[in-house]
């Protein structure tokens, strides 16, 4: 079983609409990360988390919420959506040392 | 704050040897990390550099200098399944937390 999953993998909505990505993880990490990717360009950190209590403003968080509902679920919210929101979503974690972030399979979102 | 660049698109030959180059404008970090990301899937981890010098995971090699603030990745016998855009990533020092990622360099390998 993958370690971090992503729900759901494809999504295509209209603008205005209010949408939920969701992570959970079973690597048992208390650093979990929500980043989005546009075609052509890196990742840009949206928002992250150090543990249930604890929530950080990334680059991009205009836009967005998040709710950490337990050390393995991370959820990210479009209050509402729109069009320039389309793009591939990736949650991830960390753990306490080194420079390894544990990537879910990504969330494909189109906002019409 | 955090600035990474690195080349948009590399092109090498199937066999060659390809080095994707990375340089910095940090305020501190604890390593030099590098992913491997295949069009639609999710960046799969390298290789971390925590101190200078060069680190060989089989065909792949890393190499940091901070003194100037360079980085690469050298991929050697190269193959088709190689295609794919990497990146580099720094951990920032002043927050352990936080991660910060090139823009990435798509690698095309040619038979």
């Known amino acids: 079983d993958a370690d971090v999953t992503q729900t759901p993998r494809n999504r295509i909505t209209k603008t205005g609409k209010r949408i939920m990505l969701e992570c959970s993880q079973t690597?048992?990490?208390?650093?979990m990360y929500w980043y989005r990717q546009d075609p052509g360009l890196g990742l840009r950190l949206i928002y992250y988390?150090?543990?249930?209590?604890?929530?950080n403003k990334g680059e991009i968080s205009d836009g967005y919420s998040v709710s950490r509902q337990a050390q393995a679920k991370f959820s990210l919210s479009l209050e509402s959506a729109i069009p320039n929101q389309t793009a591939l979503y990736f949650c991830a974690t960390s753990g306490n040392r080194g420079g390894e972030q544990f990537f879910g399979p990504g969330t494909r979102l189109t906002v019409l | 704050g955090q600035s990474l660049e690195q080349p948009s698109e590399v092109t090498a030959v199937e066999g060659a040897i390809v080095q994707i180059n990375c340089t910095y404008q940090t305020s501190g970090f604890y390593g030099l990390s590098w992913y491997q990301q295949h069009d639609g899937g999710a960046p799969t981890f390298l290789s971390y550099n925590a101190l200078d010098g060069l680190e060989e995971t089989g065909r792949f090699s890393s190499f940091l200098s901070r003194s100037d603030s360079y980085g690469y990745l050298l991929l050697q016998e190269l193959q088709m399944k190689d295609s794919a855009s990497y990146f580099c990533a720094v951990r920032d020092e002043s927050n352990f937390n936080k991660f910060y990622f090139g823009s990435g360099t798509k690698l095309n390998v040619k038979p």
């Open positions: 988390s150090f543990d249930v209590k604890d929530i």
């Open positions: 690597k048992g990490h208390d650093r």
